[in-house]
Nanobody, 119 residues
Framework: QVQLVESGGGLVQPGGSLRLSCAAS????????MGWYRQAPGKQRELVAI???????NYADSVKGRFTISRDNAKNTVYLQMNILKPEDTAVYFC?????????????WGQGTQVTVSS
């Protein structure tokens, strides 16, 4: 079982920056692929960025060059550095932990943190 708690959301002006954090409790954090997803009002949840257990990263085209995902396995934490924020980045951001075991898949979600980009 993994519990995820996001923090760092808030209100920021266009062009500004925020850093989201997701603290995980439980076991074997380093084995999980960690991802950030977001959901804007009236839209489906979408993948923003993902980092594998080995440290490989992948980003949605809309955030490439602006967002950076990273992880600190010693602190059981994954981060999302968001720069040059745009109004269209406004959404609830969710942290996800995902592990495909030999028998079943384990996936967990945080409660989400609101990011609002507005002047």
């Amino acid at each position: 079982q993994v519990q995820l708690v996001e923090s760092g959301g808030g209100l920021v002006q266009p062009g500004g920056s925020l850093r989201l954090s997701c603290a995980a409790s439980g076991t074997r954090f380093s084995m999980y692929a960690m991802g950030w997803y977001r959901q804007a009002p009236g839209k489906q949840r979408e993948l923003v960025a993902i980092i594998t257990s080995g440290g490989s990263t992948n980003y949605a085209d809309s955030v490439k060059g602006r967002f950076t995902i990273s992880r600190d396995n010693a602190k059981n934490t994954v981060y999302l550095q968001m720069n040059i924020l745009k109004p269209e980045d406004t959404a609830v951001y969710f942290c996800n932990a995902d592990y495909i075991g030999s028998v079943r898949r384990y996936t967990y979600w945080g409660q989400g943190t609101q990011v609002t980009v507005s002047s």
